[in-house]
């Protein structure tokens, strides 16, 4: 039998222990109701039968991914012609949907070289000078003919700046494509969204959501296909088919907003997380540009490099990518910019 002594300082332990399992319980629960719990319900089982409208925007989506990835093919800093041909596409695109497209060119390594703008004026009276920023990057690594990274994120800005066109919204929107967000330039003044963002700030410019469309394309039904650094394996899907919206925690709201958006837009598996900015994975895109002076935005992704085996490869070709999956992600997008710019 312990002394009396011994047995009083174990009660007081052993109290000291559960209050201390209480409070991290209580933590985790408030965390998980402010970072990661979304509104609405994600998708899960089949998905329903494309209809004529889906697969008509996969075949729109596949053409254009087709002509970066393939027909003009590795385009960066270290491919310059290519590069250039690549913004003269998205240009023209844009153009022929009846956009007025600003070329908003800055010198990057001796070359020209253009942040593409078209914008949409907004409506109403008073929201018209608040702005949504729909925003991809066109360029690609050294290495890589980037169907997935980012041709199929420059595909769904195409794809939603053509079903807007002619439909102004209370907001105004603005369809944006940048270079320079991979290395060596990625992460430096010399990035594109860094300088737009910069210089929108500079202008006054009423920025009220920002959306980095960051690899829209590759999905895998395969159990244990997607992959995560460590807490986040913990508390999302193991398998690789869904899309994710993903921002710091300061824009928690805006998560919750487009993923409530989303999942009532599209029959797709959908997930959101507003964590931390310390880690380094949920900013890897253009839309911390805007991070860094201000804005709210965030990225919408197929979480690319913890799923895609041809990430940031000579293989990440148009055929790896499934396009109807794609299309589907591209009409639940729509649903989330008509909530943003008609009611916030």
Known sequence: MQPPRKRRWLRILGAFLASIALLASAAFAIAWQ??????????????????????????????????????????????????????????????????????????????????????LPGTDATLASEIVVIGAHYDTTQRSPGADDNASGCAGVLALAKRFAGKPQARTIRFVLFPNEELPTGGTPEMGSWIYAEKCKAAGDRIVAMLSLEMLGYYSDEPNSQKYPPPLSALYPSTG???????????????????GAFREAAAFPSEGAALPSVIRDIGRSDHASFWRV???????????????????????????LDFERMARVVEGLEGVVTRLTSDF
């Open 34 to 119: 402010l970072m990661i719990n979304m509104p609405g319900v994600s998708h899960r089982g089949p998905l329903p039968a494309s209809t004529d409208a889906q697969r008509e925007l996969a075949a729109e989506l596949k053409s254009h991914v087709t002509h970066l990835a393939s027909d003009v093919g590795k385009r960066s800093i270290y491919h310059p012609k290519e590069l250039a041909a690549a913004a003269l596409y998205l240009k023209t695109e844009l153009q022929s949907y009846g956009y007025d497209v600003k070329d908003h060119s800055f010198p990057s390594k001796g070359a020209g070289t253009p942040n593409l703008e078209a914008t």
């Open 241 to 259: 088919n869904f899309i994710a919206f993903v921002s710091r925690f300061d824009d928690r709201a805006l998560v919750k907003r487009c993923v």
């Open 294 to 320: 201000g804005y709210p935005a965030l990225m919408v992704a197929d979480t690319a490099n913890f799923r895609n085996p041809n990430y940031h490869k000579a293989t990440d070709t148009p055929q790896t």
